[in-house]
C-alpha cells in the first residue's frame, strides 16, 4: 500500500517533486539493510543537516552516539527483544539518541546574546521535560537528515534503557531515548505502508 499523492500537494511544495518524495511521500522505516557500509563523512553530514532545525531558544539536547565497536553493539542489541535485535545487530550504521540532562550548561554557547537564561532551567524535573520534548523533536530532524543523505532510518523504541545507558553514557549526563538503525534498505526491507490520517481527522482550522 503506497500514499497517493495529489498532484496539486506537489505543486504547493518548493522543492522538486523526487525530493518531496525521498523525504515525506515514498520514505519508509527499512526493516532490513544492505552490508554497505555508510562513511565518517555521510554521518557528519547527517549531523550536520539534523543540528540546523529550530528549537526552543536554540537549546539542542540532543546527543548521537554511533555504535562502532563489537562490544557497544552487542550491549546495545542486549538491550532489545525478537526482530530489534537482529536488526541492531545487521545495520551498517547503528545510532542511539539521548538528550543531556544538563543541557542547559551550554546556554553561553547556543543563546549567547542572552546566556543568563540559563537559571530558568535550574529545575530538574523542568530542564528534564524541556531536554526530552527538545530532543525528540531533533530526533525528526535527524530522520530526515538521514533521508536527505539517500540513506534509510529504521527508529526503534522498545528497549532497556538503563542498559543502554550503563553501556555507553556512563560517565556523561546523557539519557537514551530512541535507537535508530540507517544504511541503505536489504532484501524484503518493506512492510506494506499503513494508512496515515486525513487532513479532515489530523488539522482544524479556528
Do not use: C
Not at 119 to 144: H, P, S
Not at 166 to 195: C, M, Q, T, Y
Amino acid at each position: 500500500m503506497s500514499i497517493q499523492v495529489e498532484t496539486n500537494h506537489y505543486e504547493s511544495l518548493t522543492i522538486p517533486q523526487d525530493a518531496a518524495d525521498q523525504l515525506f511521500f515514498d520514505a519508509r522505516s527499512a526493516n532490513s539493510f544492505s552490508d554497505e557500509p555508510v562513511s565518517d563523512e555521510v554521518l557528519d553530514a547527517i549531523y550536520e543537516a539534523t543540528k540546523m532545525g529550530p528549537t526552543m531558544m536554540n537549546n539542542q539536547p540532543l546527543r548521537i552516539t554511533w555504535i562502532k565497536s563489537e562490544q557497544a553493539r552487542q550491549a546495545i542489541a542486549g538491550s532489545m527483544a525478537g526482530r530489534n535485535a537482529e536488526k541492531a545487530l545487521s545495520a551498517p550504521a547503528l545510532a542511539v539518541l539521548s538528550f543531556d540532562t544538563e543541557w542547559h550548561e551550554e546556554f553561553e554557547n547556543f543563546f549567547p546574546h542572552a546566556p543568563e537564561r540559563k537559571e530558568m532551567f535550574q529545575d530538574l524535573a523542568m530542564r528534564t521535560a524541556v531536554g526530552n520534548n527538545n530532543a525528540w523533536l531533533q530526533a525528526g530532524y535527524f530522520i530526515m537528515g538521514v533521508r536527505a543523505a539517500g540513506l534509510a532510518a529504521g527508529p526503534m523504541g522498545g528497549f532497556d534503557s538503563t542498559v543502554v545507558d550503563a553501556a555507553i553514557n556512563a560517565e556523561n549526563n546523557h539519557k537514551s531515548f530512541l535507537i535508530v538503525n540507517v544504511g541503505k534498505p536489504g532484501e524484503n526491507a518493506w512492510h506494506d505502508r499503513l494508512p496515515r490520517h486525513d487532513a479532515s481527522l489530523a488539522t482544524r482550522s479556528v
